[in-house]
T-cell receptor, first 116, second 111 residues
């Protein structure tokens, strides 16, 4: 597999439940990004990692959100006590730091979250 | 704070037309400008990347230009086809290594 893989593709959950998404980046990529996209809008930056280090978190990422990349490979994004406003497409992207300026980010197909 | 605007928000054209999508950004401090395509319910596919030192990039029927001084980029699609129907997003890579996206242009090309 040469692309970015995200699971699950769809998640429907009830308000108040916790959810976790997984992203497997392209294997040689050391940089991993999470974005959120709502209908009719462009993706909004949430956070990114270089290897296992989380370098930046957006103010959009409330205390209910946590992301990890424990071994510098796959990453998980957890949302605790979900709210209806969390309903969105969650996109993961990866790149090679050092080549980022010269090569594009590669995106997965996203996880669509619906909170009822 | 970087803001990226795309005009028009939506565009519907007959097959065969040449068209131009516009992107403007408020902060010229970008490493590169990228154009993506997004099909409904899918992720983003990279189309073209223009480094800040470049003026344009071409791939097949697509040509993207960048004018950092005016904060503008355009994506030119030649001889449009129904398969080009999608949302087109531009994004600037900031000096803090984040891609800042516009809201996109929804393109429909009808036969």
């Amino acid at each position: 597999d040469t692309g970015v893989s995200q699971n699950p593709r769809h998640k429907i959950t009830k308000r108040g439940q916790n959810v976790t998404f997984r992203c497997d980046p392209i294997s040689e990529h050391n940089r991993l990004y999470w974005y959120r996209q709502t209908l009719g809008q462009g993706p909004e930056f949430l956070t990114y990692f270089q290897n296992e280090a989380q370098l930046e978190k957006s103010r959009l990422l409330s205390d209910r959100f946590s992301a990890e990349r424990p071994k510098g490979s796959f990453s998980t994004l957890e949302i605790q006590r979900t709210e209806q406003g969390d309903s969105a497409m969650y996109l993961c992207a990866s790149s090679n730091a050092g080549l980022t300026y010269n090569s594009p980010l590669h995106f997965g197909n996203g996880t669509r979250l619906t909170v009822t | 704070k970087q803001e990226v605007t795309q005009i028009p928000a939506a565009l519907s054209v007959p097959e065969g037309e040449n068209l131009v999508l516009n992107c403007s950004f408020t902060d010229s401090a970008i490493y590169n400008l990228q154009w993506f395509r997004q099909d409904p319910g899918k992720g983003l596919t990279s189309l073209l990347l223009i480094q800040s030192s470049q003026r344009e990039q071409t791939s097949g029927r697509l040509n993207a230009s960048l004018d950092k001084s005016s904060g503008r980029s355009t994506l030119y699609i030649a001889a449009s086809q129904p398969g080009d129907s999608a949302t087109y997003l531009c994004a600037g890579l900031s000096y803090t290594d984040k891609l800042i996206f516009g809201t996109g242009t929804r393109l429909q090309v009808f036969p």
